[in-house]
């Protein structure tokens, strides 16, 4: 069976430090990997999918990156993080040809 | 679906109603879409899908309906239980795109009292 590996679940970061979030998904080849963000009180927005290894696409201008260095790993990065940069941030992953997303557990992120 | 406002909608109902949450989505392309289950500090679950080419479907205790007319979406649950309480999300994929690019409607939070 495929499962999908996030963590930390939380992360008290202050302005101006990195970040990196990961996520690792067993069981499965291949498959296309998305990271998205939800803000406090609204939908889930699209940051960044891969769907192979280095090959990343951003949907939104923002100041975290994404990469890809295996095929199971997505990571999360940012080199200064913002106090905007707080949410909560989700990876996911699909099996290509398939009709269904799955979501990690999430990282809840707090900027202070 | 589109994030508007910064204050989910909630719906407040007793054990063993039936309730329905509503969608409204924006893109007359978009032929596919799902309701997901967001519990608190989780990710999301799917619930139900359905394809723009139907208006109705049903699943366990969950419905599906689809008016493409008034691009309006909603999710009917079938005597609802305090398991059922969460921020409930609809989302919608144009056709053509990858799935994992749906666009996500803002959410809303459903309360069960028992």
């Known amino acids: 069976s495929q499962t999908i590996h996030q963590w930390p679940a939380t992360l008290v970061q202050p302005v101006g430090s990195p970040l990196s979030l990961e996520c690792t998904v067993e069981?499965?080849?291949?498959?296309?990997l998305y990271w998205y963000r939800q803000a406090a009180g609204r939908g889930l927005q699209l940051l960044f999918y891969?769907?192979?290894?280095?090959?990343i696409s951003s949907e939104v201008p923002q100041n975290l990156s994404a990469s890809r260095p295996q095929d199971r790993q997505f990571i999360l990065s940012s080199k200064k993080l913002l106090l905007s940069d707080s949410g909560f941030y989700l990876c996911?992953?699909?099996?290509?040809?398939?009709?269904?997303?799955?979501f990690g557990q999430g990282t809840r992120l707090t900027v202070v | 679906g589109e994030s508007v406002g910064l204050h989910l909608p909630t719906l407040s109902v007793q054990e063993g109603d039936n309730s329905i949450i509503n969608c409204a989505y924006s893109n007359s392309a978009s032929d596919y879409f799902i309701w997901y289950k967001q519990e608190s500090g989780k990710g999301p679950q799917f619930i139900i899908d359905?394809?723009?080419?139907?208006d109705k479907r049903q699943g366990q205790r969950v419905t599906v309906l689809l008016n493409k007319t008034v691009k309006h979406l909603s999710l009917q649950i079938a005597a609802t239980q305090p398991g059922d309480s969460a921020v409930y999300f609809c989302?919608?994929?144009?056709?053509?795109?990858?799935?994992?690019?749906?666009?996500f409607g803002q959410g809303t939070i459903l309360t069960v009292h028992p």
């Open positions: 891969s769907v192979g290894i280095g090959q």
């Open positions: 996911a992953w699909e099996r290509r040809g398939d009709t269904e997303a799955f």
């Open positions: 069981g499965t080849s291949n498959p296309n």
């Open positions: 359905i394809r723009s080419n139907m």
């Open positions: 989302a919608d994929l144009p056709s053509g795109t990858s799935y994992g690019k749906l666009t």
